[in-house]
Structure formats: structure tokens, C-alpha cells
């Protein structure tokens, strides 16, 4: 990667995989984006580039890198892969790259005192994930043939997707009449049988059948 690199990835604008930080303020709070990234498709973070996608610098790089690094050995479990390369604008000002793979040891999350809070991105926002998506991610590490079982209330799925595309846990407890946590096994059960697909949402997220394009 060189510096031109950088510049044509801020040009882009953020993204699902490409985040915008003047300078490392919050870094506990900026942890959110790298673990986001590690638990959905990867991405780098831009230490120095304006919300425009200005890369301006930052000076003193090496501290915002320091913040940074500190920042993820203590607030992000478990350990997530990631590289890091800077670049120098000028004699006082440079620009960081952390670069995050998709991890295979997924998911992360953020530890604050006794909470866990683990994070997704949702096209160019990094989101906090539901038990629904944490369920996926925790069980799809090592994916097993999952028994598909088509009774009653999975009937009542299919027909209610058949007629609306797309449906919430929300809609599916209240149409099967299940309670909130059976209506959540059986989803989650489906996303990992390759029935259907998770679509996570800010404000909630929607199911539709794995070969749908909704």
C-alpha cells in the first residue's frame, strides 16, 4: 500500500469496509469500528482523514497509533489480527492504515466492566449486534449439517415468506404464536441450515429465504 493508495480509498467515502477517524479521541469508542469490521467482511480504518474523506494527517501519527494499539489489547476480546502502516504527509503530520481481515475467530466484542457488546457493519455504520447475529456467528465457526425439521411453525414461516419476502423476529413470534426465544432458535436454526439469510439492521433485523434477492 502507498500513500496514494490511502488517497484514492478515502476518495471513495466510507463504506462497509472503510472508516474515516481525524485522530484516535475515544479510542475506546473506535474499537467499535475495528471489531465490526473483524466480525462482517473486514476494512480498514484511516487514522488522519477527514469525515470528507480529506487526508489531512494528523500530527504526531505514532501517538495516535500507540492510543490505538493500547486500546485494542484492552478492550477487544478476544485478540483480533490486524496490520498497521503509516505514512508521512509532511515533516509534522502523517496518516494511519489498520488494515482488519474477516476473522476466523469471530465474534469479537467489546469488554466494558462486565458488558459484552459485539458489533457488525451495517453498509457505512458499525452497529451493535443482536443475540440473532451473535448466535450465527458463534455457531457458523465450525458449521456442522444442521437437522432441518419442517413442522408447524417452520409451515408458518414459509407461507408468511412466500406472501411478504422478508419477515422479523418480531412478526414471527407474533404469527406463530411462540415466545420471543423459540421464535429466536428457529431463525437462527434456519440462517444456519442455509434455509434462510440474516439481513442486520440497526433497528432490526429482517429474514428472507437464502436464495431470495430482497
Known sequence: MTLQDVKLLAA??????????KKATFPEKIVR???????????DLLIGVDDDGTVSGQRYIEEEIYVMEKAIKEFIFPVIEYEVISFKLNDKKGVAVFKIPV?????HYLKEKDRKQGYIRVADRSVQASKEVWEILRRGKNPKDMVFTYGTKEEILMKA??????ITLKEFAKLAKLPRFMA????????LANVLKIHPRESEDYFTLKDSEV
Open 161 to 166: 415468506l412466500g406472501v411478504s419476502d422478508r
Open 33 to 43: 469500528e475495528l471489531i465490526a469490521f473483524a466480525n462482517t467482511s473486514g476494512g
Open 184 to 191: 429466536s432458535k428457529t431463525l437462527v436454526r434456519l440462517v
Open 103 to 107: 476473522s476466523l475467530n469471530r465474534p
Open 12 to 21: 471513495r467515502g466510507e463504506g462497509l469496509k472503510i472508516e474515516f477517524k
